[in-house]
Every structure is written in structure tokens, then in C-alpha cells.
């Protein structure tokens, strides 16, 4: 069963919250302040930076994200696996009338010659994903998700999972 967590933390709160976290090695993160965004290896250090806005801790295990609201940081841990830790309050009865699917996303660029880069001519700009050990030497990269569906269809939770190559003819486009 799915563990949900919430709650809504002060800045104090939060960055207990994240210094007490362990991850397995291979998480990665999503971290956006005013005017930057980082898409890397998880790193707590760039992460307590006081000037973030929002962001996403995740591997396979589960995903930790976070806005900022005023003073307030709305905290949400969503997983198979609790590494969140014990300050977070546990609402999993929330996902009890909800359905998951696994479904995924492409992300910008085409990878270039087996580098760690993936340009996207249509922009045109290089995006570096925290991404190791790929095969396709011109692929793209997909983004696994978790989305949990209420009865209407309506889309209530996005929980990130992973990171994969793109295999067959969509590869290349």
C-alpha cells in the first residue's frame, strides 16, 4: 500500500526535514529558486537554499516535493517506502478512492554521441539530466510517473519515479 504524508512546515521545519533525509544513492531532485532551476543528482546541500521556491526529491522508493507559500512550506511525501521521516503526518487514507497508473513523460532533447547531454534544436539549447550508464547513443529520455486518478478521471497525484531511455522509433524523434 502507498504511504501519503503531508503538512505544512516553517522554514525551520522544512530544512530539518530535509538535512535528516536518507536517500538511496540514485535519487535525484528537482530544485527551483527565483530566476534558476537545477534537474540533478540529489545533493542536500543545494537543496537548502533559502531563496527555493519548490522542488522534488525522488527515486523509485518515492518522492518527496514542496512549495513555498509565504512562510510556509506545503511538504508531500508520496511513496512505496517512508524515507520521509517522522515529521511529516500521514494522510494515506486520501489515496484509498484513487487509481494508479504508471505512465511517462518525454523530456526535451535528443542525446548527443553517448555524452551526458541531450540538445533540443528547436529551442536550441543543451539539457544535462542526471541520467548514467544509457545504450542509445541518440535517444531521448522519459520521465516514469506514478498518477493517481480519482473515479471521474480527474488527475489528484503526479509522483515522480524514474528516469529511462526512450527505446524503438520514438527514440530519434
Do not use: H
Not at 83 to 95: K, M, R
Amino acid at each position: 500500500m502507498a504511504i501519503l504524508k503531508a503538512k505544512d512546515l516553517d522554514y525551520g521545519g522544512w530544512k530539518s526535514l530535509i538535512a535528516e533525509l536518507s536517500v538511496l544513492e540514485g535519487t535525484r531532485m528537482i530544485v527551483e529558486s527565483i530566476g534558476n532551476i537545477c534537474f540533478e543528482w540529489f545533493d542536500k546541500e543545494r537543496v537548502l537554499i533559502e531563496n527555493c521556491i519548490r522542488g522534488r526529491i525522488f527515486n523509485p522508493q518515492g518522492e518527496l516535493k514542496w512549495r513555498r507559500i509565504g512562510d510556509v512550506y506545503r511538504t508531500v511525501f508520496l511513496g512505496d517506502i517512508d524515507w520521509a521521516g517522522g515529521i511529516l503526518i500521514d494522510s494515506s487514507q486520501e489515496l484509498q478512492e484513487l487509481i494508479s497508473k504508471k505512465e511517462w513523460m518525454v523530456l526535451w532533447g535528443n542525446r548527443t554521441d553517448f555524452k551526458d547531454e541531450w540538445l533540443e534544436q528547436s529551442i536550441p539549447q543543451y539539457f544535462n539530466y542526471p541520467f548514467q550508464n544509457g545504450v542509445i547513443s541518440r535517444g531521448r529520455l522519459k520521465l516514469i510517473t506514478e498518477n493517481w486518478y480519482d473515479f471521474s478521471g480527474r488527475l489528484v497525484f503526479v509522483r515522480y519515479l524514474d528516469l529511462e531511455e526512450m527505446e524503438g522509433e520514438n527514440a530519434t524523434r
